[in-house]
């Protein structure tokens, strides 16, 4: 019968994910509804269970003078009150489900189930995060964008725990968020969307647009970024019809019970395009951390 | 992991060798015989499960037993007896807040949590913490003039 694991410290969960085979559980919110099974029955899970959840060195959130850490067991919720996060991190993280997952779930779950909806992750590909994985013997560093490889697939090895997440810091004034999901509240999102600009003398210093929902991945796309940097505001209405070429080319959504492809590529489009045109212009001052 | 796994219950230290991967609904409703917490959806969106653990509201069908090692779970019937039930109670009563009842327990701990951090809520902080818990006959409205109705006259109480 398969049984849990609660380890007491980091080390000692390390050493028994070098020696057993095991399913990482620290939230548990994904892990259970995919394993759920009749009521009163245990749920279905293949393999024996390690419990991250309750780990103090991965529950620590550490500012330094140029990023900030997060240890991966962190709540969603206790995120929220922590001043150091950056405020565009938190507008996603009150968007995702409800109080009672936030206070369970955790920002390396979010990162590990690698779904295309995870919420948190357009941010962590925008703030180009960079991840901490750690196993028994060593230590390696890898950005976000190179540990998700699809829909539930990550570089992750058997052996290995993701320890945290490094955020830099950064120094961004136009922020922009978007969640489009059927309801309010526990929705699961169509389409979520950020973007993030430097503007500074009315020139474009630094742009980063990320979407989620629309593709295995989060699409992030440098080529459509690259042609705005290091323009002018003024110019941008003459070069919106070559990024959207360049993003529409990209974006290749599929249909499914949520929404269908065509409505998530024109609200990306649009989006990008709202973007561009009105929030630009009309954010100003502020910061990333207000 | 040992055999044993050790909860605090609504105020009682309980030991258990029933296994780690049980999910806490079952454990309280099957093994404790604590039937507040209910099974609506058993995935997170209803909220009829939810309980108190370190002062967090959590859905007990998301948890699994070896996961709340060590914590402090307070149900709907450890609320009992204390002040602040007694304002909910007959807040919600008084409101119409429960109908058929089902949603009633996970709304009453809703509530508490909401209340034991924002002790003056608005009627948005309302809306939002109980936005993980369905009910399907009052419409809300009642529910969240209950809660409001119980902010002001539990005033320091929470």
Redesign the interface.
Known sequence: ??????ASTFKEALKILNEKDVII?AG??DL??KN?NE??L??K?SKD?L?L??LSELKEIKEYDSDIKIGAACTL?SLLRVESIPEVLKKAIRNI?????R??GTIGGNICNASPAGDTLPILYALEAKLKLVNINSSREVNINDFILGPGKIILNDNEILESIVIEKSNFNKIYYEKIGAR???AISKISFVALAEVSNQKIKDIRIAIGSVGPKIVRVKDGEDILIGRELKDIENLISKVKKVYSEKIIPINDQRSTSIYRKTVALRLIQYFLNIELEKLEGGNSNE | MSKTITLKINNKIITTEENSTKRLLDFLREDMDITGPKEGCGEGECGACAVIIDKDLINSCLVTIGSAEGKDITTVEGLKGTNQFDVLEKCFAEAGAVQCGFCTPGMIMAAHALLSKISKPTEDDVREGISGNLCRCTGYNMIINAILMAAKRGDGLW
């Open positions: 019968m398969v049984e849990g694991y609660l559980y548990g919110t259970m509804v759920k009521a009163s245990l749920p899970f269970l419990y959840g309750n919720s489900a409800s109080p009672a997952i206070n369970v309010k509240a526990s």
